[in-house]
């Protein structure tokens, strides 16, 4: 099984292409468990299956977390599986990519920036609290797309020099908070100046933190914008592998239209997956 590994601000990804439907989809899951776990194999935040399009894509993204559970979507995969189609001529300079939460557009900035447009925002509340172990947080909860990819935002006061292994057990208890009905990835903030956020967030399916969250980045941004604390363009979020830009368009009335991830992709390496640990008949795309 050929596979590329890239990252985008450091969230990682394993690529394989199955336009060909060679692997069943009920074998996927125990692939992906076995191939992203750091140490044992070769280690990723999520993996990615490029699939035939099945309604106007160039291609289509099934996107995995992980522990193997399917998510909606991912926005540094989306950024990093643009590149994958570009390079591998599924598509041109701007591609349409079909994802579980509906269609993405994507487009080569240049050799290794890349942006796309986001799922849109929905099933809002920017006023939420969250109650945990006597402490109230203020909690906003966004969704992108349909179905939605759910995100809390919650601000943190120096949230740099904020303690990891407390942080950690927060974000865990916040991920299954009983408000939201499908868990979420938390994404914990703070403003550190016009225009420029610094960012950390808890992953639902990575079950940790990863170094980077496009779609947690436009979430927390779409919260600050509407509650008029950034200005929504270009605005700069910091997080542990590196930089991300937001830009917000929203109509007269003040409503979201259009969501924008920019940022780098790096391609890691190339190669074949031969982990003994797989049923060699899975790997033989």
Known sequence: MEFWKMNGAGNDFIVVDDRQDAIPDEKWPEIIRTVCERHMSIGADGFMVVKKPTYGGDYKMLFFNSDGSMGEMCGNGARCICRYGYENGLAGEVQKVETTAGLVTGWRVDRRLYRVRLNDPCNMRLDGKAEVDGATYDCAYVELGDPGIPHAAVPMKDLKNFDTQTLFRLGRKLRFYKDFPKGANVNFYE???????????????????????????????????????????????DMTGGTLYIDVERDGSGHVTDLFLTGPTNIVCKGEITDEALDPSLLSM
């Open 191 to 237: 403003i550190i100046g016009p225009d420029h956020v610094y960012e950390r967030t808890y992953e639902r399916g990575v079950e940790d933190f990863t170094y980077a969250c496009g779609t947690g980045t436009g979430s927390v941004v779409t919260v600050l914008t509407l509650l008029g604390k950034v200005s929504g363009k270009n605005v700069r979020v």
